[in-house]
């Protein structure tokens, strides 16, 4: 079974999966949603992608502002969560992302993605950092 990251933002959702052995993020793609609070449709794709992948955990960025505080987006990531559960059976791991979006922009900078072409990856590149940190984190357990 496979563990699915996701960076979740208010018009599009950046996904990312492990390998098998739960080792590495792998960027999938990004979904466009369609309309704020329609997630219908976002969710329904989620759905196809977790059957494709065999996923059996989610795990979901969680926007915390640099001083360690909740807004309005940790509130919206949370209901996020709830329908993801309850739609999907999952459970989701809020997963704290901050700085994952800067480190995305600085890897396409540092690839030569041109600025008018880094907006197509990086929701998907920040899912892999999201993912990624929270395998490390697996395996550091394991090792700790």
């Known amino acids: 079974m496979r563990i699915m990251g996701l960076d979740y933002g208010s018009k599009t ?28 449709k976002t969710l329904a794709r989620l ?13 979901l ?6 001083n ?10 949370v209901e996020f969560k709830e329908k993801l559960e309850k739609r999907t059976g999952l459970p989701v791991i809020l997963w704290d992302e901050r700085q994952t979006t800067i480190s995305a ?22 899912a892999v950092f999201i993912l990624q940190g929270y395998l490390d984190s697996l395996r550091n357990l394991d090792n700790g």
């Open 13 to 40: 959702v950046g996904v990312a999966i492990s390998d098998a052995l739960h080792f590495t993020a792998q960027s999938v793609e990004t979904i466009e949603i369609a309309q704020a609070g329609k997630l219908r």
């Open 47 to 59: 759905e196809e992608l977790i059957d494709r992948y065999e996923v059996d955990t989610i795990v």
């Open 61 to 66: 960025g969680y926007p915390k502002n640099m």
């Open 68 to 77: 360690n505080t909740e807004g309005e987006r940790c509130a919206a990531t």
């Open 105 to 126: 922009e600085r890897v396409l900078q540092k690839s030569g993605v041109r600025r008018e072409h880094r907006k197509e990856y990086i929701d998907k590149i920040a």
